[in-house]
Antibody, heavy 121, light 106 residues
Framework: QVQLVESGGGLVKPGGSLRLSCAAS????????MIWIRQAPGKGLEWVSY????????KYADSVRGRFTISRDNAKNSLYLQMNSLRVEDMAVYYC??????????????WGQGTLVTVSS | EIVLTQSPATLSLSPGERATLSCRASQSISTYLAWYQQKPGQAPRLLIY???NRATGIPARFSGSGSGTDFTLTISNLEPEDFAVYYC????????FGQGTRLEIK
């Protein structure tokens, strides 16, 4: 079955860095776009960044562009998010999710359980 | 950026009743709309994609409709496990989510 498992979250000071990972299994990882979505405590969902199957198409939300870098290693079935210059407003649960290939509207059909990033001094 | 506005913010109903949740887009998004359910402490779960197609394993009591700017998620005959927060999401222009509708037990 499809599984996505995030790791790498934790407590970091403002201005610090973290690298999140998402280990995928149960599907052909290299066939799918992947996305990072975050949710601040008690708030709604916000997309952060997505990457195409071959890493040729990458987009970032305005709120993280220039500070975060998405990447993937298809040989390791893994997705990454390098987060630099972290701000208090980046504090959230970060989810990785798979972008469905069988729909026009880009729904996210499988999600990981999320990893919490806390930014505090 | 396309803004998705969900209404109502909170919906209070009893098990067995019908829930009607709305999502309005600030401009036309064709049928590029999905609905998700999120329970406390859990990741969102895809319910509906392309406005009206149920995702794998989603019960038939969940249905979606609409196109253009106005969309509806209907949950008929509410079960206790349906009480959660629901989000709509579009990808016609970038990606945005609605702010959510909380469906609570009356």
């Amino acid at each position: 079955q499809v599984q996505l498992v995030e790791s790498g979250g934790g407590l970091v000071k403002p201005g610090g860095s973290l690298r999140l990972s998402c280990a995928a299994s149960g599907f052909t990882f290299s066939d799918y776009y992947m996305i990072w979505i975050r949710q601040a405590p008690g708030k709604g969902l916000e997309w952060v960044s997505y990457i195409s199957s071959g890493s040729t198409h990458i987009k970032y939300a305005d709120s993280v562009r220039g500070r975060f870098t998405i990447s993937r290693d298809n040989a390791k079935n893994s997705l990454y998010l390098q987060m630099n210059s972290l701000r208090v407003e980046d504090m959230a649960v970060y989810y990785c999710a798979r972008v469905s290939r069988s729909a026009s509207g880009w729904p996210f059909d499988y999600w990981g359980q999320g990893t919490l990033v806390t930014v505090s001094s | 950026e396309i803004v998705l506005t969900q209404s109502p913010a909170t919906l209070s109903l009893s098990p067995g009743e019908r829930a009607t949740l709305s999502c309005r887009a600030s401009q036309s998004i064709s049928t590029y709309l999905a609905w998700y359910q999120q329970k406390p402490g859990q990741a969102p779960r895809l319910l509906i994609y392309d406005a009206s197609n149920r995702a794998t394993g989603i019960p038939a009591r969940f249905s979606g409709s609409g196109s253009g700017t106005d969309f509806t998620l209907t949950i008929s005959n509410l079960e206790p496990e349906d009480f959660a927060v629901y989000y709509c999401q579009q990808r016609s222009n970038s990606i945005t989510f609605g702010q959510g509708t909380r469906l609570e037990i009356k």
